[in-house]
């Protein structure tokens, strides 16, 4: 009788191409194996001495995950699910958070109130949008894996722009749900019946959404230095602050002679420098980037308006201006992106990527920087240390997803301090001076006598 496990008389390289098979298949089920959702939820105080606050909490994340193992094939001591109360005391918390949220497949965040004041929370959301982001952006394909709950009620006008901007009907889980909430729900024993279908309909979702868009596991991302999805603590819900990109770039029509057109399109909005590892043009990338830290991005390219880039201006928006160095080779273009480094315009941070696996690029990579020094001195020298990295060159779509951020919050703290402002009428107020213009409603211009903000021109 022959052995099973004995390999079949084919060659040496069916067999290696056999082995690698299993072995992929074990990779893959090995991944299948991720916690299937994290459960995102702002942590109620204390009160009166009373029992724990959470613990409402904790019983929906048991009654999802006892459903979630019923609905799938989860062996045994695999997690169905995750909530921070599973860090274990000492663990790091940071590290946990990271890796958990780098390989879970589904985000469920709790809305409430409390929920979007909490800048923990923001940070989960921000570090789980950024797999979808990069998802997209590699495969040019749908990747939405945030499964939304209500545990209270939430008025619209309450929402910022990453849970405004989800596409989700709370309705499908009951009427009762969409007016009360989870928390209405569970507390009250008349209501037991709606809280079983809503958490039985919410599992279902959460493993169809699983099981559909299979988002890759990501990066790990530091919590200590990830920025909230719902800006800046203090700043409230309403309406997304405005940043421009502006994309400073050839088309595909006017590229330098030998230069190779496919990280090129019909207009600069079109330029794909990290192809082919990345499928979409990296405005677009650039615009969901910016849309999760609650910011409405709008993409201008630098010809559009040439006029409006004679002459110094107040701001009217916080920009980003991403600049391809081939762009140099324009002398046209050279020249006014010359004037507007002149002009100094602190608002405008410059990101300058530059993929590593472009052979051509690299080849002509010290004519091109030495050509971009000399045509803006001002912006390859402005700012904190990680704003001249990205003005230097960011190498790879990952490394303009961890930058990014950093330099967006550069041009919007730039911003508050160049707007132009609206003086408090009739004499000394203790009221701080408001901004004029789109960010006016939400934010204050900073102290211009902070020593802070006049030690760097961040």
């Not at 045994?76 to 599973?86: C, I, L, Q």
């Not at 797999?131 to 008025?155: D, G, T, Y």
């Not at 330098?256 to 990290?274: K, L, M, S």
């Not at 009221?431 to 960010?439: I, K």
Request: glycine residues 8%; negative net charge; hydrophobic residues 35%.
């Amino acid at each position: 009788m022959m052995n099973s496990l004995a390999p079949s008389p084919q060659s040496s390289d069916a067999g290696a191409h056999t082995g690698r098979g299993s072995c992929a298949r074990m990779m893959q089920q090995r991944a299948d194996h991720r916690p299937y959702f994290f459960l995102s939820y702002a942590h109620t105080p204390g009160y009166g001495g009373g029992s724990d606050p959470d613990m409402w909490v904790e019983r929906l994340f048991q009654d999802l995950c006892g459903h979630v193992m019923a609905m799938t094939n989860l062996p045994a001591g695999s997690p169905a699910g995750f909530m921070d109360r599973e860090i274990r005391s000492g663990e790091g918390w940071s590290e946990r958070l990271g890796n958990v949220l780098a390989n879970c497949r589904v985000f469920v965040p709790l809305f409430s109130p409390r929920y979007f004041a909490s800048e923990m929370c923001g940070k989960e959301w921000y570090a789980f949008e950024q797999r979808a982001i990069h998802h997209r952006a590699r495969s040019n394909q749908p990747a939405e894996a945030i499964v939304p709950a209500l545990w209270v009620p939430v008025q619209p006008s309450q929402l910022p722009g990453p849970a405004e901007r989800l596409q989700f009907n709370h309705r499908d889980f009951g009427d009762r749900y969409v007016s009360d909430g989870l928390y209405g729900l569970i507390k009250l024993t008349l209501f037991a019946q709606d809280y079983e279908q809503a958490v039985y309909h919410l599992a279902k979702r959460i493993v169809h959404v699983a099981d559909t868009v299979q988002i890759g596991s990501g990066r790990p991302l530091d919590f200590r230095l990830v920025p909230s999805a719902f800006g800046a603590p203090g700043s409230g819900a309403g309406a997304p602050r405005p940043m421009r990109i502006t994309i400073a770039a050839p088309t595909r029509h006017d590229l330098p002679e030998g230069r190779n057109p496919e990280y090129y399109g019909d207009n600069p909005q079109e330029w794909n420098p990290y192809h082919p590892a990345a499928a979409r043009p990296l405005a677009y990338v650039a615009e969901e980037l910016v849309r999760s830290l609650n910011y409405q991005a709008v993409i201008t390219s630098f010809d559009e308006d040439p006029g409006q880039r004679e002459g110094k201006q107040p701001p009217s928006t916080p920009e980003i201006l991403l600049v391809d160095r081939w762009a140099l080779q324009d002398e046209d273009l050279r020249r006014r992106l010359a004037a507007f480094d002149r002009e100094n315009r602190p608002w405008v941070t410059m990101v300058v990527p530059w993929c590593r696996d472009d052979h051509q690029s690299r080849a002509a990579e010290a004519e091109l920087t030495e050509k971009l020094e000399q045509t803006m001195p001002v912006k390859m020298r402005q700012g904190r240390a990680f704003c001249r990295v990205a003005a230097k060159g960011v190498p790879s779509m990952e490394a303009f997803g961890q930058i990014l951020p950093q330099v967006v919050e550069v041009a919007a703290q730039q911003y508050l301090r160049h707007a132009t402002v609206y003086p408090p009428a009739g004499g000394r107020h203790s009221e701080r001076t408001r901004l004029m213009g789109p960010m006016g409603s939400t934010q204050f211009i900073p102290d211009m006598h902070d020593p802070a903000m006049d030690a760097e021109d961040v």
